[in-house]
């Protein structure tokens, strides 16, 4: 045998070597994989569809570090950085699942509308698939399955609509939560949470919390009675949120019209003692579903600000897009106070031994007056601009 055949086949037998090597190799970010590393303290979190950050603000609230967003939206992006200092990954598919960072809390409001009433109900009046069967976000949530699957992060937080639970019959919650429980291993905790307790909206949501040991966990309490509408509208907003009388008129026919046919369709006006309907990311359109009644004149839409405020946000949260594009923001968003307090009951879950349960924990005083103040906690009266000053 020549020695230049010989020389080819030991070249040959080093790059199998290799190749093997190579696939035996540590997976990158092999440490997501080891419980120990876990600090409950500062947990990291991962912010998934991250939109302008309404998980990012709670799970900071309560300890925690984001070490990675993703939104495909790029005004959503500008709002994350403008308010966060980073510019969120693009979309999800387009970022290899290895290359996400070790992380400790999965966070994902994973895109609604392939699931939600409304949203079902454009596509089939369209000709196109819903749930699982729409092509651009329907498969998303196989997305997370994915990360869940190969960083097994300790806890996962997700949301969507209610009518998750209900769409296709069923099916496609069954799918979603076998995914989950049977095929990763996740114990699994659900609840629909109605907003209008901590916000002046009735917006109702779907939470899924899982946890990769078994732990007790228990949704938090929300106040009995919510705060109405005044307690975030501004004083004196621009005029140019009061509804032209051409679109006063449109909507007040549009409405007789269906009302006359035994629809339910129309227009949601309010008070300040109200609590509203559901703001949704159309209501740049023509803001039908609130609007607020002005005496004199016809009624207002509300103004981005006061829609960060109906959605939870600080007003120190930076508003740097369009109205319409704000409007869009807020109405994808999900509900901030409602996600502080599952991320401090997640947060809390995660610092007690596992299959231990809450009620066999002792606790110092100092950790229950914690968990009553945050159970109690009241909603933010935002300031007007001007109020009138005290009487002497």
Sequence with gaps: M????????????????????????????????????????????????????????????VGGKCVFSSDYDKFSQQTYEANFGDTPHGDIHGVAVADIPAHDILCGGFPCQPFSIAG???????????????????????????????????????????NLKGHDKGKTFKIIH???????????????????????????????????????????????????????????????????????????????????????????????TSTTRTLSARYHKDGSEILIAQRGKNPRRLTPRECA?????????????????????FGNSVVVPVVERIAYAVSKALKRPTSEAEDLVLCDKKSKEGDEAMNAQKPTNYPAKKRARRKK
Excluded at 186 to 199: G, P
Excluded at 202 to 214: A, D, K, N, P, Q
Excluded at 309 to 329: C, F, H, N, W
Aim: hydrophobic share 35%; net charge positive.
């Design 309 to 329: 405020r109906l959605m939870g946000y600080p007003d120190s949260y930076k508003i740097e897009v369009s109205d319409t594009q704000a409007y869009r923001q």
């Design 120 to 162: 079902v109900s454009k596509k089939i009046s369209l000709g196109r698939g819903h749930g699982f069967d729409d092509v651009k976000q329907g498969n998303l949530f196989f997305s997370i399955a994915d990360i869940l699957d190969f960083h097994r992060p300790a806890a996962f937080v997700l949301e969507n609509v209610k």
């Design 178 to 272: 076998n995914t989950l429980t049977q095929h990763l291993g996740y114990t699994v905790y659900h609840k629909v949470i109605d907003a209008q307790s901590v916000v002046p909206q009735h917006r109702e949501r779907i939470f899924l919390v899982g946890f990769r040991e078994w732990r007790h966990f228990e949704f938090p309490k929300f106040p009995e009675e919510g705060p109405k509408l005044v307690s975030i509208l501004e004083a004196n907003p621009d005029p140019k949120y009061t509804l032209t009388d051409h679109l006063w008129s449109y909507l007040q026919n549009y409405a007789a019209k269906h009302k006359a046919a035994g629809n339910g369709f129309g227009f949601g006006l309010v008070t300040g």
């Design 2 to 61: 020549s020695s230049k055949v010989t020389k080819a086949k030991k070249a040959t037998r080093e790059k199998k070597k290799a190749l093997t090597l190579a696939e035996e190799a540590t997976p990158y970010n092999y440490e997501a994989l080891a419980p120990d590393k876990m600090n409950p303290a500062k947990p990291r979190f991962i912010d998934l569809f991250c939109g302008i950050g309404g998980f990012r603000i709670a799970f900071e609230k």
